[in-house]
């Protein structure tokens, strides 16, 4: 399913890192980047909601004369989304909570957008957020245990991305998204993700082009969350193999927020920020100069939690695309 949207608009932006990401390529076109993983807090998740309020407070700061949204519409991957809900009890701002793993990211944005070109709400704050230690508690074990890990896994980021929606014209317009489809390919290893969501990424991305009447060139840049560097070679294969697109002008962001020759990343990033903090950073900014004009994101999701990976079931994927475009 595609929408079209007439009248929605990204005013600005905001981005918060952890250490890892602070030292990574794109360092430079973060807000704010921590030195520890804490946060000045005791734990990882309260780490995860101070990042999440440190991230609004920047973005309410640019904004200036707006300081409240109609709606925060807010994602991260702890059980109940317990890092929303508490930095959302600081926020103060209606809140709807949603989940949908890592594609979460982009899945706020149609929400928002939605409403907004429905005249429902004329502003949205969206918030995406992830914790490495946080998430590896969540999903594996607890990064103290010194678990060894599969070389081919990948690395959750740490940070929060946080979007100021409305209907009032910025140089940033949100274009159409696509909802996507639940795939299971019945990979069962919690370690190879990219394995895991890669086909999900290809269905949502011939599902818009079809939806649209659109071929893959209309896109200056295809930029999927956290496939990793065997995940993006997947999707490139898959999508080719099983829907005859040549992705060209393509990227991962998984691959584009860490040094993958210098950092101790593994295959690359992860997590529900990561998409969204190198767009909101260095790929918002490339549009605002003229580099790219028309950006199609994917954010990649792997439904699973620790439970069913205990009893060794496949792992269900899903991704959802919006699609950006620099206004003219």
Same mark, same amino acid.
């Given at each position: 399913m595609t929408f079209k949207y007439n009248n929605v608009y990204i005013n600005e932006v905001s981005t918060v890192t952890?250490?890892? !990401?602070?030292k990574g390529p794109l360092s430079k076109y973060f807000d704010k980047s921590y030195k520890d993983?804490? #946060?000045?807090?005791?734990?990882?998740?309260? %780490?995860?909601?101070?990042?999440?309020? !440190?991230?609004?407070?920047?973005? #309410?700061? +640019?904004? +200036?004369?707006?300081?409240?949204?109609?709606?925060?519409?807010? /994602?991260?991957?702890l059980n109940q989304i317990v890092a929303t809900n508490y930095a959302s009890a600081k926020i103060n701002i209606p809140l709807i909570g949603i989940y949908s793993a890592c594609a979460s990211s982009t899945l706020s944005l149609i929400l928002a957008s939605n409403m907004i070109d429905a005249n429902q709400i004329a502003t949205a704050l969206v918030t995406s957020s992830s914790h490495n230690n946080g998430a590896e508690k969540q999903f594996r074990n607890p990064v103290?245990?010194?678990?060894?890990?599969?070389?081919?896994?990948?690395?959750? $980021?740490?940070?929060? %991305?946080?979007?100021?929606? /409305?209907?009032?014209?910025? /140089?940033? +317009?949100?274009? /159409?998204? $696509? &909802?996507? $489809?639940?795939?299971?390919?019945?990979?069962?290893?919690? #370690?190879n993700m990219g394995a895991v969501m890669a086909p999900a990424a290809a269905k949502v991305i011939s599902?818009? &082009?079809?939806?649209?009447?659109?071929?893959? *060139?209309?896109? *200056? &840049?295809v930029l999927t969350g956290d496939l990793g560097l065997i995940g993006k070679k997947i999707l490139k294969e898959y999508i080719k193999?099983?829907?005859?697109?040549?992705?060209?002008?393509? *990227?991962?962001? %998984?691959?584009?927020?860490?040094?993958?020759?210098?950092?101790p990343v593994y295959k690359g990033g992860s997590g529900i920020a990561c998409l969204p903090l190198v767009?909101?950073?260095?790929? &918002?900014?490339?549009?605002?100069?003229? +580099?790219?004009?028309k950006v199609l994101l994917v954010a990649t999701g792997a439904l699973m939690n620790q439970t069913m990976c205990n009893q060794h079931l496949s792992i269900p994927s899903i991704a959802h695309a919006i699609s950006l475009e620099a206004s003219k």
């Amino acid at each position: 399913m595609t929408f079209k949207y007439n009248n929605v608009y990204i005013n600005e932006v905001s981005t918060v890192t952890g250490p890892y !990401e602070g030292k990574g390529p794109l360092s430079k076109y973060f807000d704010k980047s921590y030195k520890d993983l804490y #946060f000045n807090e005791k734990t990882w998740e309260q %780490a995860e909601s101070a990042c999440i309020c !440190e991230s609004v407070n920047i973005l #309410f700061n +640019k904004i +200036k004369n707006i300081n409240k949204a109609d709606v925060h519409i807010g /994602s991260d991957l702890l059980n109940q989304i317990v890092a929303t809900n508490y930095a959302s009890a600081k926020i103060n701002i209606p809140l709807i909570g949603i989940y949908s793993a890592c594609a979460s990211s982009t899945l706020s944005l149609i929400l928002a957008s939605n409403m907004i070109d429905a005249n429902q709400i004329a502003t949205a704050l969206v918030t995406s957020s992830s914790h490495n230690n946080g998430a590896e508690k969540q999903f594996r074990n607890p990064v103290e245990y010194g678990g060894p890990k599969k070389d081919y896994t990948t690395f959750t $980021t740490t940070g929060c %991305a946080s979007c100021f929606l /409305s209907n009032t014209p910025s /140089s940033i +317009k949100v274009e /159409s998204a $696509t &909802l996507g $489809t639940v795939c299971d390919m019945g990979v069962t290893d919690v #370690f190879n993700m990219g394995a895991v969501m890669a086909p999900a990424a290809a269905k949502v991305i011939s599902d818009h &082009l079809s939806d649209t009447g659109r071929t893959i *060139d209309y896109y *200056d &840049l295809v930029l999927t969350g956290d496939l990793g560097l065997i995940g993006k070679k997947i999707l490139k294969e898959y999508i080719k193999e099983e829907y005859k697109i040549s992705l060209k002008n393509y *990227d991962d962001s %998984a691959c584009m927020i860490f040094d993958l020759n210098k950092q101790p990343v593994y295959k690359g990033g992860s997590g529900i920020a990561c998409l969204p903090l190198v767009t909101y950073s260095y790929i &918002l900014d490339k549009m605002k100069k003229g +580099k790219l004009k028309k950006v199609l994101l994917v954010a990649t999701g792997a439904l699973m939690n620790q439970t069913m990976c205990n009893q060794h079931l496949s792992i269900p994927s899903i991704a959802h695309a919006i699609s950006l475009e620099a206004s003219k």
